[in-house]
Structure formats: structure tokens, C-alpha cells
């Protein structure tokens, strides 16, 4: 299978929006965590 420089890019392109959005949505996740952590420890 060939794969041309351009498509390749394309597919790192992609690649690099995907894993962003992992990123974004651990990142999120752990901000959560740590704000209901904060509040547990608030409230008791």
C-alpha cells in the first residue's frame, strides 16, 4: 500500500484533532475530580 505524503498528512491531521480531543475531555475529567474532592472535603 503507498501512501502519498498528502494523505499522510491529512492522517496526521486527524490524528492530532483526535487526540486533542482526549486530551481535552482527561483534562476536563480530572478538573472535575478535583473540584468534587475539594467539595467532599468542604462539606464534611
Do not use: E, G, W
Amino acid at each position: 500500500m503507498i501512501i502519498y505524503p498528502i494523505q499522510a498528512s491529512k492522517l496526521l491531521k486527524t490524528h492530532n484533532l483526535i487526540f486533542m480531543r482526549i486530551k481535552d475531555v482527561l483534562q476536563f475529567k480530572n478538573q472535575k475530580l478535583k473540584i468534587s474532592k475539594q467539595n467532599s472535603i468542604y462539606n464534611s
